[in-house]
């Protein structure tokens, strides 16, 4: 192939070709990627488009930082622009796309550590702008809010590996053959990951999980709950130790003489 690769039909890419043959919305991702590569300016943007929602939230669960997701987000995107020539249709174009979006989200979190920073706190506002850092992510409900950020920095504490594979499969619902496409591993690689770091995670939030009950105790001054009082017995002096059916049988040997 000459300077263009291959096309995800095995064809060869050339730089003009046929416009869409239905309009862009109406277009598959496979076409719109074929359009891209023979020169249509509007094609790749209209697939970003149909996956921005779900690169976005790879990227944001993944970096744990709006400011680095956008930043993460916007090189891939890039990098994907560049080599949809070289895209041979081994995948799904989705599929494709999640890959670079992992890819760069995973050379961001190796470069943060090489070089460690304090990061500002999401939705921190540039004071001269006024605009917020980073993308637009749903905010989670005001008794939640607490648990949502505990939930993210144990997902941050996990090896990069290990979180990529979890945000996959557990947040986003990829099955994992899928996910093995993207991460370029065998499927086996993604189910020990994510075994791991669901062991992980589970120690570092057994706190979270709700503890039963306490069984209530029995009211202040009174007796246990289902337990009968203790009778005072018969008030009166015993007589002896004969019963009320021997006195009745004496009685009855009085009346006989």
């Known amino acids: 192939m000459t300077g263009h690769g291959e096309r995800a039909d095995g064809s060869a890419g050339t730089t003009g070709g046929p416009p869409l ?7 598959s991702d496979l076409d719109l990627l074929h359009a891209h590569v023979a020169g249509d300016r509007d094609a790749f943007a209209e697939l970003f488009r149909r996956h921005r929602d779900r690169l976005w939230a790879v990227a944001l669960r993944t970096l744990g930082d709006r400011e680095e997701a956008a930043d993460a987000l916007q090189d891939a995107l890039l990098s994907a622009h560049r080599a949809a ?15 670079i979006v992992v890819n760069a989200c995973l050379d961001r979190i190796r470069r943060r550590q090489a070089h460690p920073t304090v990061p500002l706190p999401d939705g921190v506002r540039d004071r001269e702008s006024g605009s917020a850092t980073g993308g637009v992510e749903p905010a989670a409900p005001a008794p939640d809010h607490d648990t949502a950020l505990v939930v993210r920095d144990a997902l941050a504490a996990l090896p990069v590996e290990q979180r990529a594979a979890l945000v996959l499969v557990d947040v986003q619902g990829y099955p994992v053959a899928e ?21 992980r995670l589970a120690t570092m939030l057994g706190h979270l999980r709700p503890r039963p009950a306490a069984r209530p105790g029995p009211p202040a001054g009174g007796p246990e709950p289902d337990v009968p009082g203790v009778t005072l017995g018969n008030p009166r002096a015993p007589e002896g130790v004969g019963s009320g059916s021997g006195r009745s049988r004496r009685d009855a040997n009085q009346e006989d003489a």
């Not at 043959?21 to 277009?27: K, L, T, Y």
């Not at 020539?85 to 890959?99: C, E, I, K, N």
């Not at 086996?188 to 994510?194: D, I, L, Q, W």
């Open 21 to 27: 043959a239905s309009s862009p919305a109406e277009a």
């Open 85 to 99: 020539a070289r895209f041979r249709g081994d995948s799904a174009v989705t599929t494709w796309l999640h890959r």
């Open 179 to 199: 996910v093995a496409r993207m991460l370029g591993v065998a499927e086996g690689t993604v189910k020990s990951r994510c075994a791991r770091g669901r062991a």
